[in-house]
C-alpha cells in the first residue's frame, strides 16, 4: 500500500508553527520512553519529530511510517546527526495494520494522532495485533487522539476553507498560510475527509496552493477502552493532556491513553 497524502506537503511539516510549538507531547513520549527503557518503537514517526529527541536522550528507537516521503525528510536529519545518535535509530517504511521487524520492544507509541489514519475496526485491530506481537510481555503501548468535539462535529461552518493561523516561514524562505476543510464528514462511520491548505509564496513572489487530503476516524473514550481490551491489552487508562490529567478534566482535552499488554 502507498501513503502518499504527505506527498506534497513532507518538506513543510517541521516549519508548520503549530507542530513546532507542540512540544509538551514530545517530552511526554520522552518521559515514556525513559521510564521504559530501549528498544521502543514509534509508529507513524513521520519526519521523527519525538524520534529525534527520543534517540537523543541516549534510547535505542525504531520509526515506522507508510509515507516515504515523510521518512525521507526523517532520514534527511537523521544524517545530521552524531553517530552515536545515528546508531540508535532504525527507520521502517511500512503499514503499522501489517508489519513484521522480528525483534519485541519495551514501549510502542503512536504520536500525534496517526491512529485515526485507520478508518475500519478491522483495520484498527490489525494495528494493535501487530503492535502486541512486537511488545515484551508487560510492554506499553502509549497514543493520543483527538478527543471528539461534538459542536465541532456538526459545525457547518468547517465545511469552506477556515482558519486564522499566522504566517510562518520555511528555511527556503518560502511564507506559509494553513488553512483547513472539512471536505465531507460522515457522522455514522466518524470518518471526516480533511483538507490541510497550504498557501505558499516564494521568495520571487510566485504563488502555490497545496491540499494535503486525507481521511480520519474519530474514536470516542469508551470506544477506546473497549478496543484495546478487545485486543488483549489490560490497564487502560486515558488521560486528557500530557500532563497526566485524569480525562474528564476539561472538554474536550485529548485522549492520551495507555495500556500494557499482559506479562
Ligand atoms: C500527523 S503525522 C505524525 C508524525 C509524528 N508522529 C509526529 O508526532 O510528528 C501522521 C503520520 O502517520 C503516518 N501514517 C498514517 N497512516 C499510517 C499507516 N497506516 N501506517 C504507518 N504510518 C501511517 C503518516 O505517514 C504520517 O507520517
Not at 44 to 58: D, K, M
Request: glycine share 6%; net charge negative; proline share 5%.
Amino acid at each position: 500500500m502507498s501513503y502518499d497524502e504527505y506527498d506534497l506537503t513532507a518538506a513543510l511539516y517541521d516549519s508548520v508553527g503549530a507542530y513546532r510549538e507542540r512540544e509538551e507531547d514530545v517530552r511526554y513520549y520522552l518521559a515514556q520512553a525513559a521510564a521504559a527503557g530501549s528498544p521502543v518503537l514509534e509508529l507513524g514517526c513521520g519526519t521523527g519529530r519525538v524520534l529525534l529527541p527520543i534517540a537523543r536522550a541516549g534510547l535505542a528507537i525504531t520509526g515506522l511510517d507508510a509515507s516515504s516521503a515523510m521518512l525521507e525528510v526523517c532520514r534527511e536529519k537523521l544524517a545530521r546527526e552524531p553517530a552515536e545518535v545515528r546508531a540508535r535509530v532504525a527507520l521502517e517504511l511500512a503499514d503499522m495494520r501489517d508489519f513484521e521487524l522480528g525483534r519485541s520492544f519495551a514501549l510502542a507509541m503512536i504520536p500525534f494522532r496517526p491512529f485515526q489514519h485507520l478508518l475500519s475496526v478491522e483495520d484498527q485491530l490489525a494495528c494493535l495485533a501487530a503492535v502486541s506481537r512486537h511488545l515484551r510481555p508487560g510492554g506499553s503501548l502509549v497514543l493520543d487522539l483527538f478527543n471528539p468535539s461534538l459542536a465541532m462535529l456538526v459545525d457547518d461552518s468547517k465545511t469552506v476553507e477556515w482558519g486564522d493561523e499566522p504566517e510562518f516561514t520555511t528555511p527556503a524562505g518560502e511564507r506559509v498560510t494553513r488553512r483547513f476543510r472539512v471536505a465531507r464528514r460522515d457522522l455514522l462511520t466518524q470518518i471526516q475527509d480533511l483538507e490541510i491548505i497550504y498557501h505558499v509564496t516564494a521568495a520571487d513572489g510566485a504563488t502555490r496552493r497545496l491540499v494535503e487530503a486525507f481521511r480520519m476516524r474519530h474514536l470516542f473514550r469508551y470506544e477506546v477502552e473497549h478496543l484495546l481490551v478487545r485486543a488483549g491489552f489490560e490497564a487502560v487508562e486515558v488521560f486528557c493532556d500530557f500532563r497526566g490529567t485524569p480525562f474528564g478534566a476539561v472538554y474536550p482535552g485529548e485522549l492520551v491513553v495507555h495500556a500494557r499488554r499482559p506479562l
